[in-house]
């Protein structure tokens, strides 16, 4: 991962399905409060994830993504919960960043150099708004952050193998995003966010792209296989 040199100073992960409490249709390691789950066996799952990567589960900041292109930035623990956001920044150290998913875009941004990071939950409501673009911006503007310096990883999350849309969408999206198989349109996500971020300066080798579709891989939870289902997550956290 492109992440992968910087591990002394920053923590990162994207989780699977397994190894959990929750039962069916969330099993197992369901991270997410908002489906339906048991909320203990969300805690636990949590707590299993804190656990297994040494980080304070009191630390954890989480949103509730409502795919808008609000972002926050977090300079304490004080709320865990961060109400009607899709992307958070920070540069304090050991306080753990959250997106859950299961099928949009977990993305996860990195600037080595400013020692800042932020996590994007973007959809394709998110991705339309431009949110990934927008949070480089933020932490530019807030934090003097360059976008040349920062490190992008696309998660896992659902490709244009399976993500199909209806010609409503097809009509307000340039074409180069669209595929047309069988009759069927299909839409490609990562390359909208990609060239989103190219155009703010992002360098192209510094963006990473998951291979693996949520829609094929049943490591995964995906709305758009099951629908009623858990969330796995993207989560990073500077190291003190």
């Given at each position: 991962?492109?992440f992968?040199p910087?591990e002394?100073s920053l923590f990162?992960?994207?989780t699977?399905?397994?190894?959990?409490?929750?039962?069916?249709?969330?099993d197992s390691?369901?991270?997410a409060?908002?489906?339906?789950d048991?909320p203990k066996?969300?805690l636990?799952?949590?707590?299993?994830?804190?656990?297994?990567?040494?980080?304070?589960?009191?630390?954890?900041?989480?949103m509730?993504?409502?795919h808008?292109a609000?972002?926050?930035?977090i300079?304490?623990?004080?709320?865990?919960?961060i109400e009607?956001?899709?992307?958070l920044?920070t540069?304090?150290k050991?306080?753990p960043?959250?997106v859950m998913?299961?099928?949009?875009?977990?993305i996860?941004?990195y600037?080595?150099?400013?020692?800042?990071?932020?996590?994007?939950?973007?959809?394709?409501?998110?991705?339309?708004?431009q949110?990934a673009?927008?949070?480089?911006?933020k932490?530019?503007?807030e934090f003097?952050?360059?976008?040349?310096?920062?490190?992008?990883?696309?998660?896992?999350?659902i490709?244009?193998?399976?993500?199909?849309?209806?010609?409503?969408i097809?009509?307000?999206?340039?074409?180069?995003?669209c595929?047309k198989?069988d009759?069927?349109?299909?839409l490609?996500?990562?390359?909208?966010?990609?060239?989103?971020l190219?155009?703010?300066?992002v360098?192209r080798?510094n963006?990473?792209?998951?291979?693996?579709?949520?829609?094929?891989d049943?490591?995964?939870?995906?709305y758009?296989?099951?629908?009623?289902t858990?969330r796995?997550?993207g989560?990073?956290?500077?190291?003190g």
């Amino acid at each position: 991962m492109i992440f992968t040199p910087h591990e002394d100073s920053l923590f990162f992960t994207v989780t699977s399905r397994y190894g959990g409490v929750s039962e069916t249709p969330y099993d197992s390691l369901n991270l997410a409060l908002h489906v339906s789950d048991n909320p203990k066996n969300v805690l636990a799952n949590r707590t299993l994830v804190a656990q297994k990567h040494h980080f304070l589960i009191e630390n954890l900041i989480y949103m509730d993504q409502t795919h808008s292109a609000n972002i926050a930035i977090i300079k304490d623990c004080a709320s865990n919960k961060i109400e009607n956001c899709d992307a958070l920044i920070t540069n304090v150290k050991n306080i753990p960043l959250m997106v859950m998913v299961a099928d949009c875009i977990p993305i996860l941004l990195y600037d080595p150099v400013n020692q800042v990071i932020a996590v994007v939950h973007a959809g394709r409501n998110g991705t339309f708004n431009q949110i990934a673009k927008k949070t480089v911006l933020k932490m530019v503007d807030e934090f003097h952050c360059c976008a040349s310096n920062v490190l992008v990883y696309l998660g896992t999350s659902i490709h244009k193998c399976c993500y199909e849309v209806g010609e409503e969408i097809v009509r307000i999206v340039p074409k180069k995003y669209c595929e047309k198989r069988d009759e069927k349109w299909y839409l490609d996500l990562q390359s909208m966010n990609v060239d989103q971020l190219l155009s703010l300066g992002v360098v192209r080798e510094n963006i990473e792209i998951a291979s693996v579709c949520t829609c094929c891989d049943k490591d995964y939870f995906s709305y758009r296989r099951e629908g009623v289902t858990g969330r796995f997550a993207g989560i990073m956290k500077l190291n003190g």
